[in-house]
């Protein structure tokens, strides 16, 4: 069966560290996507792609980056961990035109920055 | 500003029925999500509204307005597993979702 994998699931990891959280999946889908999900907020998008070596930034990208050098991968990377980021984080892929497709969503990524 | 709106939190019981209300403010609008989340785990698909009125699945049916920038989730028959937080989230003009904070239903015996 398709699915779409996260790792690690939990991480905690100091202040100004590099982390980067995996994220694949095998739907063949172009589209995929990286939110974060806090207490009283709705989902927040980080970064998206739409294709191989197509990435572009959503409303929280600050502190974050992202590369996509196959259909499978979208790994996250967070240049250096600030407390600011502690947070569930969930990657996402779909089919279709850009954000109109249902969404399939990792099991997500829960990470804690001290 | 894009909005969504919804209930923080309700309490329905066992057997009952429960309707979860999602007002939205946005640059355009292209259609309508609602995703069902429980807790600790990852949020998945329940229906999708592009055209006004009600769309029925099951226990589930979801209603939409574009007029009135107003959409429910109609749950029926309420069981212990429906106790999950419930995600709206309106595709706008530039094809972005934008995401409501969810409500959390609680389901009483």
């Known amino acids: 069966d398709a699915e779409i994998t996260q790792s690690p699931r939990h991480k905690i990891t100091e202040t100004g560290r590099q982390v980067t959280l995996a994220c694949h999946q095998t739907?063949?889908?172009?589209?995929m996507f990286w939110y974060r999900q806090d207490l009283g907020h709705g989902l927040r998008l980080i970064h998206y792609?739409?294709?191989?070596?197509?990435?572009n930034k959503g409303e929280v990208s600050d502190g974050y980056s992202v590369s996509r050098s196959n259909t499978e991968d979208l790994p996250l990377t967070l240049e250096s961990a600030a407390s600011s980021q502690t947070s569930v984080y969930f990657c996402?892929?779909?089919?279709?035109?850009?954000?109109?497709?249902?969404?399939?969503f990792g099991e997500g990524s829960r990470l804690t920055v001290l | 500003g894009q909005n969504i709106d919804q209930p923080t939190e309700m309490t329905a019981t066992e057997g009952a029925i429960v309707q979860i209300n999602c007002t939205y403010q946005?640059?355009?609008?292209?259609?309508l999500f609602w995703y069902q989340q429980h807790a600790g785990e990852a949020p998945t698909f329940l229906s999708y509204?592009?055209l006004d009125g009600l769309e029925e699945k099951g226990r589930f049916s979801s209603f939409l307005s574009r007029s009135k920038g107003y959409s429910y989730l109609l749950l029926k028959e309420l069981q212990m597993k429906d106790s999950a937080s419930y995600l709206c989230?309106?595709?706008?003009?530039?094809?972005?979702?934008?995401w409501g904070a969810g409500t959390k239903l609680i389901i009483k015996p």
């Open positions: 996402a892929s779909s089919q279709g035109t850009s954000d109109t497709g249902e969404l399939f």
């Open positions: 739907w063949n889908h172009n589209n």
């Open positions: 792609s739409y294709g191989v070596q197509d990435t």
């Open positions: 946005t640059s355009g609008f292209n259609g």
């Open positions: 509204n592009v």
């Open positions: 989230a309106v595709i706008d003009s530039n094809y972005q979702l934008i």
